[in-house]
């Protein structure tokens, strides 16, 4: 049975990976780091996507429009 290569896993590359996704607007949840037989490390961030705030505030402010339309009704006929 042969032996495994060399690892040159280092701690700052999972701290790029858990910050590249959150830079990609993900909300990290976990993190899996895979060292194969041949040596290579693989990282699989695991999370949730991250609603922006600036999101936030607009699905915020179209809602609040679209509850002012529905209660205002169509205005009355002048004669």
């Known amino acids: 049975m042969a032996g495994r290569g060399p690892n040159h896993f280092l701690r700052h590359d ?3 990976a858990i910050r590249s996704a ?5 909300e990290v949840t976990g993190l899996d780091i895979t060292i194969t ?3 290579s490390t693989t990282f ?3 999370g949730a ?3 922006q705030q600036g999101a936030a505030d607009w699905n ?3 809602e609040e429009l679209k509850r002012k339309s529905k209660r ?3 205005p ?3 004669r």
Do not use: I, N, S
């Open 14 to 16: 999972a701290r790029r």
């Open 22 to 26: 959150r830079e990609a607007g993900l």
């Open 37 to 39: 037989k041949d040596g």
């Open 44 to 46: 699989r961030v695991h």
């Open 49 to 51: 996507p991250v609603q």
């Open 60 to 62: 915020e402010a179209t």
């Open 72 to 74: 205002r009704e169509a």
């Open 76 to 78: 009355a006929k002048r």
